[in-house]
């Protein structure tokens, strides 16, 4: 396997090893080419921020990192490891799919996060929490609450663990929605719009959970339109367009000193 | 009557007088005569013979015949459910074979009377006298009778069951289709596998749409029991009364015998699934009390009252009834 491609641009440092590597995705949904050949990789520690008009694919590119949606051709890389199939193709030169627990044993190491939450209705914000570790890795109860109390802690909803979803603010329903994902010790997080769905006023109680995740090193990978966010935090800002990867480059280049004039019109439209 | 706010509130509430509805009233007073008529009438005719009524009210034969009644509704239906999930589940998959099966399986036992099919399992020990565990055209390891197995009583259960799985299985289905994809999406994102997803996420949020129905199919099988005699089986409450009365010639009386039961029976089950409602329906109708535990288990009267609640005051001043 492939594993240590030369990026030209990396802001994190060439020493940090990559942990999502996107090579060559193209995703077809009937005759609708959403994806048209997207190439991206993401070091240790960094976050890539990916921007771009609705229906550029953003939201499809981050979930074929973690199988969510299967790539019509190219493929993913995680740790090196390829999602999805085995690591050498047969002798026909077919890819030989993965079992379903094998794919579920992948996506574990993956935490995702989506614009409508999507938390369990029927759990309180702790056993939300605690379900994967319990169901997935088999974690005794006793240890998964007090782990799950500790997350909700980290994300400020230590007093709200007793409550059903149904209780809690947009806001507090995300943040719920993080410490689940990160009950999992993900490798990686993917963030899809996550505050696309909230009233204004709960966006940055939001952000702040994932700046403070940034300065604990989380790799992150996250869609949105929170420009502000993208400036602060994002070590990679990523523009995409109509299926394909346009700009790359820290903040300052993107958002600065666009250079294509797709970008300066969507830039013109969100600033 | 409204009761007046403290003056420091600065407002008072307004005095309002409803607006007059002449239709509604004398639609009202019609409605109750006709409803006094038709109790005067249940009261006062002698055919009804409200003293054999009482009589055999409490006869043993007929207490005999509702715990029958019930043990025949309990089983079928544990039956009918446990049936209705795997074909609910086989409909969902995508092998063909499984979905096949299952959509004959539905569409046969769906599409025949019950009565047909209990008289066919009645005689399925006709049809099928022997039961042979073996290797196929190799040597038999274990056959027995099915007679010896399948008493009236079980011929009964089986029957009602597979006709009741079939029409179960449309609503289980129903409920599982109910359930958003991102709730599998989210799950699947956590590396869960198909069948803890199923089983931990998507059943209990989906029971809260199948229980409605599926309280009002338990109650059509308490009266479906009824046709158990097509088997035959010969101790249900039905039978039980039909019995009497045929003894006594007063067919009147015991089937008002038999109807105060079913009616009494419905009540019950009607009071179960309302338990039922309430404990599935939890984190989604907000009257249901939050767990009891850190939060002190309190609950709101609206998704918004829960929300302010939660942000500020300590407790909820509404008391709420446990479960």
């Known amino acids: 396997m492939s594993q240590n491609p030369e990026t030209p641009e ?8 990559v942990v999502i590597q996107v090579e060559g995705v193209h995703k077809t949904f009937g005759d609708l080419h959403v994806l048209k050949g997207c190439d991206l990789t993401v070091r240790s520690g960094e976050v890539a921020v990916l921007v771009g008009p609705s229906g550029s694919g953003k939201s499809t590119l981050l979930r074929c990192i973690n199988q969510l949606e299967e790539p019509t051709a190219g493929r993913v890389l995680v740790d090196g490891v390829v999602q999805g199939y085995r690591a050498e193709p047969l002798p026909d030169g077919r890819w030989q799919k993965l079992r379903p627990v094998e794919i579920a044993a992948q996506r574990s190491r993956i935490g995702m996060v989506f614009q409508r939450f999507h938390l369990f209705p029927h759990l309180t914000a702790l056993a939300n929490v605690m379900e994967a570790p319990v169901q997935v890795r088999g974690l005794p109860r006793a240890a998964a609450e007090a782990k799950a109390r500790e997350l909700l802690e980290r994300v400020g909803l230590g007093d709200r663990a007793d409550h059903y979803p149904s209780e809690l603010s947009g806001g507090q329903q995300q943040r719920v929605a993080i410490a689940r994902a990160l009950a999992m010790d993900p490798e990686l997080m993917l963030f899809d719009e996550p505050t696309s769905a909230l009233d204004p006023e709960l966006v940055s109680e939001v952000l702040g ?63 | 009557m409204t009761t007046t706010h403290a003056p420091d509130e600065g407002f008072t509430p307004i005095r309002a007088k409803a607006a007059p509805r002449p239709g509604t009233w004398i639609s009202a007073v019609i409605v109750a005569a006709l409803a006094l008529g038709l109790i005067w009438f249940l009261v006062t005719n002698p055919v009804l013979e409200w003293g054999t009524v009482t009589t055999y009210l409490l006869d043993v034969k007929v207490v005999q015949g509702v715990g029958w009644t019930l043990l025949l509704t309990v089983l079928s239906m544990i039956l009918g459910t446990v049936v209705a999930l795997t074909a609910a589940i086989m409909r969902r998959s995508e092998n063909p074979v499984l979905r096949g099966v299952s959509w004959a399986y539905i569409f046969v036992f769906r599409g025949i009377p019950v ?12 049809i099928v006298p022997k039961i042979v565990i073996g290797v196929p055209f190799g040597p038999e390891l274990l056959s027995f009778s099915t007679r010896d197995l399948l008493t009236a009583f079980w011929a009964a259960v089986i029957g009602l069951g597979l006709n009741e799985g079939a029409y179960l299985a449309e609503i289980i289905r129903s409920g599982l ?31 809260r749409v199948i229980v409605p129905p599926l309280g009002n199919e338990t109650i059509g099988m308490l009266k479906t029991t009824s046709l158990v005699l097509a088997v035959p089986f010969t101790l ?44 599935f329906g ?7 009390p939050a767990r009891a535990g850190g939060g002190g288990g309190r609950g709101g009267r609206s998704r918004q009252a829960a929300v302010n609640s939660a942000g500020t005051t300590p407790q909820d001043p509404l008391p709420e009834v446990e479960l």
């Open chain 2, 115 to 126: 009565y047909t099919q209990l008289v066919f399992w009645g005689l399925f020990t006709v």
């Open chain 1, 10 to 17: 990396n802001p994190v440092g060439a020493a940090s090893p």
């Open chain 1, 209 to 271: 959970v994932l700046k403070d995740l940034a300065a604990d090193g989380m790799t992150m990978v996250v869609v949105t339109h929170e420009m502000g966010f993208a400036r602060e935090v994002a070590d990679r800002v990523v523009f995409m367009d109509e299926g394909r990867i346009l700009e790359s480059g820290t903040a300052e280049q993107v958002i600065d000193h666009p250079r294509s004039e797709r970008l300066k019109g969507f830039l013109a439209s969100v600033l």
């Open chain 2, 236 to 279: 249900d409450l039905t039978f039980a009364t039909n019995g009497i009365a045929n003894k006594l010639f007063t067919p009147i009386p015991l089937l008002i015998v038999a109807a105060l039961w079913y009616l009494a029976i419905t009540s019950v089950l009607m009071v179960g699934q309302h338990y039922l409602e309430r404990y």
């Open chain 2, 282 to 288: 939890r984190g989604f109708d907000a009257r249901t």
């Open chain 2, 177 to 207: 289709n109910s359930v958003d994809r991102g709730q599998t999406e989210a799950s699947k994102a956590l590396g869960m596998s198909n069948g803890t997803i199923l089983r931990r996420i998507i059943v209990p949020q989906a029971m």
